[in-house]
């Protein structure tokens, strides 16, 4: 048998140990969870599973296995009362999944080798024995890392069952049965669905959950591994791991988003990030302790419990200021202190330049008619554009959009969805005012099919009030049809030769983010003709994009992964960006968001 079989069976008979056999002894604390208005659920359950199997056997179907059940082994003759076993059984099926999620999670280190491949103790290992710090260092000049997280609201727990779910992992990794039991007869009283649809921003709520207990911590912790064992490598790429963020802007997935919730989802991401430095500076402060330190980090919990904490306190906290208090505190420990814990304090510093007040960058995305709608509306209620604008020809409207001078209120728009998408737009340059230029800086058009369809949504950020050379966003087209795919290319080829759009890429960096889809274009032609339009796509693109001194981001839509490649001037450099399922935990997932990274 190799090397690796034997870790295979070494592997499953762990799991079977760590999961499996004890999955088994703590189900049985389920018989006493506490559901509502039906007793020995537990027992019932059993009995209805064999009686499921017999009647599939008997080929009945759904409904007379049902009722034969309900007729032989309850008591049950009202709709209502046979309705609630069947839902308590879901219930408890639910808790089920949580029950063996949580374990997987207790064991997951000792399941999963640590230090093998695919880990950074592994790569670290091997650019050691390769020699090869320089070729580390190069390559990470030009790659990143962004996970985004999208929802899907009736697809995830809720913050409190999550907290749940994480108290009880860790009671499960210590073998803490009494605690253990409590957590499981919580969960037996606790919702895990409301009976209203989520908000929008009670989506977003949940999903921060996310960035402050799993995400803050793994990325710092990623990174402050590499700067101490590859300081020259990661000195030049301190943002390696960014976040991404979509509940909360994204127009077209959700159409219930308004300008309102973008503001609320931008406060809320900006709060969590600034409550865990407030949490790490809770706890260096038992530490930093000496003479001189000491004050300037107590001045720093102050200031970090003000913004967040006092109520109608103007918000006056920027990311520099935070690095400047921990670089002092820094220089004090390392000249004065010995560098007692100065560990502790460049994780803290790492975490910052990571995240700085945004935490996630919140994508802003609407649909291309939306924005044609929207300035059809403005040529009939305002002279900023021809008032026949809605029946010239394409390049009539370009030439238009080219001559457009000037602001418009949102208030003169009657209609609400045009009126929020302007108002939107506005809200992307108070979001950067308080979050910094990286909390809202992608805005994704939806079907895009020609140059008009980004021009009209650049023209819409001056009408906004924006001055069009501190445009500071990045107009993303999402081509999703395999028509669309194929005619890419031309789309962008005129784009890049129209002089205003031309100037605004120079003034960011000359970098073009182009969003391809992937679910619409599996509808139109089929898995394989979508995957061989994105990947003729690509092509086409980066040699546009070369042709004309032009880096360009491919930002691929696949269901509930993304990746991005940056496509150089010479050569492929991988900017991978993925989203994060968030689904219901299941026994597949480890109990955690996992991370797909994929390129070409």
Known sequence: MNNTALKMNSSLEVFQNRVGTRFEMYNSLFTSLPFHRVEKTGVLLSL??????????????????????????????????????LFR?????????????????????????????????????????????????????????RMVLTAHPTQFYPSNVLGIINDLSKALATDDTSLAHSYLRQLGKTPFFKKEKPTPYEEAVNLIWFLENVFYKAAGNIMSSLKNQFPAAAKHNPKLIRMGFWPGGDRDGNPFVKAETTLRVADALRSGVVRSYYRNIRALKRRLTFKGVESVVKDLETRLYNNLFVPGYTFDLTKEE?????????????????SLFLNQVEALITKVELFGLYFASLDIRQDSSVHAHLLEELALVTDVLPGDYATL?????????????????????????????????GAIQ?????????????????????ALNVLEAYTLFKLN?????????????????????????????????????????????????????????????????????????????????????????FFDGRGDRLHAEVAKRNSFTLLWEVTLPTKKYSSQSRGRPSVLISGM
């Open 48 to 85: 209805f599973v064999l009686h499921c199997e017999e009647g599939y056997q008997k080929q009945q179907s759904p409904r007379q296995i049902i009722q034969s059940f309900l007729a032989q082994y309850t008591s049950y003759q009202t709709e209502q009362e046979q309705n609630d076993i």
């Open 89 to 145: 059984f879901i219930q408890y099926a639910e808790r089920q999944v949580v029950l063996f999620d949580a374990l997987e999670e207790g064991a997951f280190s000792e399941i999963h080798d640590m230090h093998g491949i695919g880990t950074m103790k592994q790569l670290g290992s091997a650019v050691v024995q390769a020699k090869a710090e320089d070729l580390l260092e190069q390559k990470l000049k030009g790659y990143a890392v």
């Open 322 to 338: 935070i690095l400047e208090a921990l670089q002092e505190i820094k220089v004090l420990l390392i000249e004065e202190h010995s």
């Open 393 to 425: 020809s394409d390049s009539d409207k370009i030439e238009a959009l080219k001559a457009v001078s000037g602001s418009v209120e949102p208030a003169v728009l009657e209609d609400e969805l045009l009126r929020d998408t302007l108002e939107t737009i």
């Open 430 to 450: 108070t979001i950067q005012d308080y979050n910094g230029e990286e909390g809202c800086h992608r805005y994704i058009i939806s079907h895009s099919t020609s």
């Open 465 to 553: 009030g924006w001055q069009e050379t501190e445009i500071s966003v990045d107009i993303v087209p999402l081509f999703e049809t395999i028509d669309d795919l194929r005619n890419a290319a031309d789309v962008m080829r005129q784009l890049y030769t129209y002089e205003p759009y031309s100037s605004h890429l120079r003034r960011r960096g000359n970098v073009q983010t182009i969003m391809l889809g992937f679910s619409d274009g599996t509808k139109d032609g089929g898995y394989f003709m979508a995957n061989w339009s994105i990947y003729k796509a690509k092509a086409a693109l980066t040699e546009v994009s070369r042709e004309y001194g032009l880096e360009v981001i």
